[in-house]
């Protein structure tokens, strides 16, 4: 094991879509520092989460298992389970200083803080959301109160939460803190900020700076509003409306400031290991969850669907002693296979349970950047709670190859299939179309294969003949 491993700095926002940075492609944003990330780095342009809810999906990365695999598919679970290891736990192991801020979220933090598991995290800097309903143990809220604010007064006030108390800038407040101590040895630290999460509700300041009659608005059609009548029975947190009636542009506006004020707070820490002398042995990772709706095929927030908004998510690798630059690449990623980056990075093993693959080879340059996966895979089970947020019970999985995109929504029997070669956004749904039936039937046994060799659980393991 080399003495000369990387440190890794692993920036992590919640619910922010793949069409969010500008130097990929968004005219509208605001980000210069995830720019330069880009521009000096590798970006995998087609990630996709294996959940577009939040506790699965951070259970599968977490762990590089998928959400079923993991048994942990909903959000609001009592608990975790104790195996697979969290990967933070693996490379704590090897011998990392490994540090967390923010949301963790492989447990619900509803009525309490999140109890923590054997996570491998020296440093631990807790804030599941910018609420301050928790009665301890929310290091946020007792940080703005060290600064004589107050949360829930802040949040109801028409300025909002200003930067200086604001949950994204705590974020960076802590990581400067755990990167300030000194230590012989490499670190992982991994931040989780609440943003781009609704409520869409950035400080006055960075909202001030997005006019919602500049913005280019959702991706959407009227015929979205017949599709999503015939998907009215799988869960989803709002409810179908058109643009206008979402105030979707608005909406957009606001979401982009809250980018907006995570790629200033980033820049800030990337200064900091640029003079601390660190920057070069860093090695830098942005990307997200899942992705939001934000007002595509008349939908706002997230649920049981998988449009590109909801499950595509930025992935940036940036090392340039290490790594290729700029490199955009096209290929099709998991999540899954972020965490076996990261194990390979740090030499902490790859186990034999792990269902990620390693994109090492791609940011080295020894393998070719256009081709990862032939496919890659979605899952949606009973996530959402019926009282609340939306749920009702729904099993749903994705499966996604170069062109096409096959929507299962089980025990319904209604789905969606797009060509996303000549449909990119996803307006016109083939399921039905007679067509289409073979590519249907042919996409059908490739994804019941794939769920069938992917995510069975054969118990423990085979140590006898009989």
Same mark, same amino acid.
């Given at each position: ?19 969010t940075? #500008?130097?990929l #492609?968004?005219p ?11 521009? #000096? ?5 087609? !990630?996709?989460?294996?959940s577009?809810?939040c ?7 977490? !762990?590089?298992?998928?959400? *079923? ?35 963790? $979220?492989?447990?619900?933090?509803? $009525? ?11 440093f ?28 829930d007064?802040?949040?109801?006030h028409?300025?909002?939460?200003? !930067? ?24 992982? /630290? ?5 943003d ?85 042995n ?7 969850? $899942? ?7 008349? /939908? ?11 499950v ?5 690798f940036?090392c ?19 965490t ?6 740090t ?17 080295t340059?020894e ?10 895979? *979605? ?7 019926p009282?609340?947020?939306g ?13 096409y ?5 089980? #025990? ?9 070669k ?11 179309a007679?067509?289409?039936?073979? !590519? ?6 490739? *994804?019941?294969?794939? $769920? ?15």
């Amino acid at each position: 094991m080399s003495d000369k491993r990387p440190n890794i700095l692993w920036y992590c926002t919640d619910q922010q879509r793949f069409d969010t940075i #500008g130097a990929l #492609g968004n005219p509208h944003v605001r980000t210069p520092n995830l720019d330069a990330l880009v521009d #000096g780095g590798v970006a995998f342009t087609h !990630t996709y989460c294996q959940s577009p809810i939040c506790t699965p999906s951070r259970s599968s990365f977490m !762990t590089g298992m998928y959400p *079923s695999r993991v048994h942990n598919t909903r959000n609001g679970n009592e608990s975790f389970p104790s195996y697979p290891p969290v990967v933070s736990k693996l490379i704590a192991d090897s011998g990392y200083d490994c540090g967390l801020v923010g949301k963790f $979220h492989l447990q619900s933090s509803g $009525h309490r803080t999140e109890p923590r598991i054997d996570d491998g995290f020296s440093f631990w800097k807790f804030s599941h959301a910018p609420r301050d309903d928790w009665k301890e143990g929310h290091d946020y809220a007792d940080w703005v109160k060290s600064k004589g604010g107050d949360l829930d007064s802040l949040r109801e006030h028409e300025e909002r939460v200003p !930067t200086e108390l604001h949950q994204t800038t705590w974020t960076t407040d802590m990581a400067l803190e755990f990167l300030s101590q000194k230590r012989n040895r490499p670190w992982m /630290l991994n931040l989780n900020p609440y943003d781009p999460h609704p409520p869409f509700v950035p400080p006055k300041s960075y909202a001030d700076l997005f006019d919602p009659a500049s913005m280019p608005g959702p991706h959407f059609r009227p015929s979205d509003i017949n599709t999503q009548e015939k998907l009215a029975l799988c869960d989803f947190q709002d409810e179908v409306r058109t643009p206008e009636e979402h105030d979707a542009k608005r909406n957009q506006a606001l979401y982009y400031a809250m980018i907006a004020q995570i790629d200033d707070q980033f820049a800030r820490i990337l200064s900091f290991l640029e003079d601390a002398g660190e920057i070069e042995n860093t090695v830098i990772v942005f990307t997200s969850d $899942h992705g939001e709706s934000l007002g595509d095929h008349g /939908l706002m927030f997230k649920g049981c669907r998988f449009y590109e908004g909801l499950v595509r998510v930025p992935l940036i690798f940036s090392c340039p002693n290490r790594f290729l630059g700029p490199l955009q690449s096209p290929a099709l990623v998991e999540l899954l296979d972020l965490t076996a980056t990261l194990l390979d990075l740090t030499e902490a093993g790859q186990p034999d349970y792990l269902q990620g693959r390693s994109l090492l080879p791609i940011l080295t340059g020894e393998a070719n950047s256009t081709h990862h996966r032939d496919f890659v895979r *979605s899952e949606y089970f009973d996530a959402l709670d019926p009282h609340f947020t939306g749920g009702g019970g729904t099993f749903a999985t994705m499966f996604r190859d170069e062109r096409y995109k096959l929507c299962v929504y089980h #025990g319904k029997e209604i789905g969606e299939l797009y060509d996303l070669k000549n449909d990119p956004w996803e307006h016109n749904n083939l399921w039905d179309a007679p067509a289409e039936t073979q !590519t249907k039937n042919e996409l059908l046994a490739r *994804s019941f294969d794939a $769920h069938v060799l992917l995510t069975t659980d054969m118990g423990s393991r085979r140590i006898a003949p009989m």
